[in-house]
């Protein structure tokens, strides 16, 4: 199996009951290029990024999910990996299973409601998260009821480190948390009135070449704009913005 470490963010996935018009949004935004996977009995498709594949998209056997991302993070063992979850007092969705070569995977909760993937690849060299790339993932965020609580888990199943903490006044403190020495992401609490589904959720963020033209593609493609442009440190931009079906993500990259 993998020496991959754990922690390392390594795919997403978006659940959408329409996926012809998820891949069509998505390659308009994005500039992926997707195509069906061939799996038996599912409509799981692949979407790459130049020649790096960084997304699925599947159609659900089981109605009444709602659409969303999923990010999914390495570890060394899965099945290891979900004993941990539940010992923390977290929740088990779907238990291990293998993908024939790609790996063996699990989707998980924290104890604070998020859900998130694990996968145990066969193969250490993905290249799904990349933040020198446009098109791939480029940052996280983890809306969660307990900041605190919920870096102490994921600290202590995955090895991140704490970085940065930001006073944002009102919307209380955004925590920088890195893995191997590179800040993958931030962790803040989740308000009342923030996009998305109104629970702990994990927010993806997409690398793109051009904020505003990339804002502009999400419009014009039938998404919205739910908040930005706005800068942040290091001379970026971001977007928040949802697609036709109403899945929240985000994008960052230059003005």
């Known amino acids: 199996m993998t020496t991959t470490p754990n ?3 390594c795919w997403y996935e978006l659940t959408s009951y329409n996926p012809d018009a998820a891949q069509a949004f998505y390659a308009a935004v994005l500039g992926w ?91 250490s060299k993905g290249n799904a998260f990349d933040q020198k790339k446009t098109g791939h993932g480029n940052w996280h965020e983890l809306m969660t009821t307990d900041p605190k609580e919920a870096f102490a888990f994921y600290s202590e199943l995955f090895g991140w480190k704490a970085g940065t903490s930001m006073d944002m006044g009102a919307m209380g403190r955004y925590d920088i948390f890195s893995h191997q020495g590179t800040d993958i992401g931030g962790m803040m609490r989740l308000a009342p009135d923030m996009p ?36 942040v440190p290091g001379g970026a931009f971001i977007v928040v913005a949802s697609d036709p079906q109403g899945s929240i993500f985000a994008l960052v990259g230059p003005r």
């Open 7 to 9: 922690g390392n963010p």
């Open 33 to 123: 290029k997707v195509t069906n996977a061939g799996m038996e009995g599912a409509d799981y498709r692949l979407a790459a990024a130049g020649d790096d594949m960084v997304a699925g998209i599947w159609v659900p056997e089981a109605q009444g999910m709602p659409p969303f991302w999923m990010v999914y993070f390495t570890t060394g063992n899965c099945d290891t990996a979900i004993e941990a979850v539940t010992k923390a007092g977290g929740k088990v969705h779907m238990e291990p299973n293998d993908v024939p070569g790609t790996g063996r995977f699990a989707v998980v909760q924290d104890p604070q409601g998020a859900v998130f993937g694990l996968l145990q690849p066969l193969d």
């Open 196 to 231: 998305g589904p109104g629970t702990p959720f994990w927010l993806p963020y997409f690398g793109i070449e051009s904020i505003d033209a990339a804002a502009k593609r999400v419009t014009a493609s039938g998404g919205k704009v739910v908040s930005g442009p706005q800068d």
